[in-house]
C-alpha cells in the first residue's frame, strides 16, 4: 500500500512541473529518475486495482517487486490483464 501512496506522490509531482522532464524533477528533489518514472506509471494505475490493493484483494503473485519491475500499460483492461485482475 505504501508504493502505490508513493506512487500518487510521483504522480503529483511530475504533474505540478509540466514545464520539467522527469530527470529534472527527480534532480531537483533527490530522487532517482528511474524510479520517479516508474511511480508515476503506477499512480495511472486503474482504480479498482489500486481499491483491491489497499483492500489486500490483489492476486497473491502481485507483489510490491512485480509492480515495481512490469512495464504497465495505460489501458486500464490491458493493466487489469497483465496484473491478474482480468
Not at 500500500?1 to 504522480?11: D, F, G, Q, T, V
Not at 528511474?34 to 483491491?52: E, F, Q
Not at 490483489?58 to 509492480?67: E, F, K, N, Y
Amino acid at each position: 500500500m505504501s508504493l502505490i501512496a508513493e506512487a500518487h506522490m510521483a504522480r503529483k509531482l511530475i504533474l505540478a512541473n509540466p514545464e520539467q522532464s522527469i530527470a529534472s524533477i527527480a534532480a531537483n528533489h533527490g530522487r532517482c529518475r528511474t524510479r520517479l518514472g516508474k511511480l508515476a506509471a503506477l499512480g495511472c494505475l486503474a482504480p479498482d486495482i489500486v481499491t483491491a490493493i489497499v483492500e489486500g484483494r490483489q492476486p497473491a503473485s502481485l507483489t510490491a517487486r512485480t509492480m515495481q519491475d512490469v512495464d504497465l500499460p495505460l489501458a486500464w483492461t490491458d493493466q487489469r490483464a497483465l496484473l491478474g485482475f482480468a
